[in-house]
């Protein structure tokens, strides 16, 4: 069974502070690894895809890192504006659905 | 690009109400569009998957004749909750992809459902 698991369930930075956020995943066969972020009461919002170990991609703060076990989102120099929950998905071969973790919650203080 | 608009956002009504919820994506068309639920602090649990013109698939557990979903056009579907009942309140997001395999989806605002 394609399982997803995200840690830490809840992260509280200050602003400036980089960390990172690690999604592990077991699934036979990936086919794609998708980063989102989520906003209280709204949507996810698409962040990153990455298809294979080794692929990295970057989008102002944040780079998302993937291996054959697990996934980093590493955010540098956060702000408080990109305090959201973080959510990771797997999709494995064969057109199956994604699977979502439980996401990370971080706040980042000013 | 790749904006997906849901509607309504919020929905408060009475037991026994059924409630219709839309998904439109607006700037592309949509091959297959998803629904799911999320329960606080939880993970998107998903329920259906609808392809235009076509039956949506039910993940199981989730009742068909609960929740119906009509996918009637490239960028429309729609899920209609029938007869809610409070354990039926819960945040409703829909998503939507163009293309197939591995394009990422775009998901709508989702709609808050509150049964009284």
């Known amino acids: 069974e394609d399982q997803v698991t995200q840690s830490p369930e809840a992260l509280r930075l200050q602003e400036g502070e980089s960390s990172s956020l690690n999604c592990s995943y077991t699934?036979?066969?990936?086919?794609?690894l998708f980063w989102y972020r989520q906003d209280p009461g709204k949507g996810p919002e698409f962040l990153f895809t990455?298809?294979?170990a080794g692929e990295e991609k970057e989008k102002e703060r944040l780079k998302a890192t993937l291996t054959k076990k697990e996934s980093f989102l590493h955010i540098t120099a956060p702000k408080p504006e990109d305090s959201a929950t973080y959510l990771c998905a797997v999709q494995a071969r064969g057109n199956t659905p994604l699977v979502f973790g439980k996401g990370t919650r971080l706040s980042v203080i000013a | 690009g790749a904006v997906v608009s849901q509607h309504p956002s919020r929905v408060i009504c009475k037991s026994g109400t059924s409630v219709k919820i839309e998904c439109r994506s607006l700037d592309f068309q949509a091959t297959t569009m998803f629904w799911y639920r999320q329960f606080p602090k939880k993970s998107l649990m998903l329920m259906a998957t609808?392809?235009?013109?076509?039956?949506?698939?039910?993940e199981q557990g989730v009742e068909k004749d609960k929740f119906l979903i009509n996918h009637a056009s490239l960028t429309l579907s729609t899920l209609t909750v029938t007869s809610a009942h409070p354990e039926d309140s819960s945040f409703y997001i829909c998503?939507?992809?163009?293309?197939?395999?591995?394009?990422?989806?775009?998901f709508g605002d989702g709609t808050r459902l509150s049964i009284l």
């Open positions: 699934v036979s066969g990936l086919r794609g």
């Open positions: 609808s392809n235009e013109g076509s039956k949506a698939t039910y």
């Open positions: 990455l298809y294979s």
């Open positions: 998503s939507a992809i163009v293309g197939g395999g591995n394009q990422p989806q775009h």
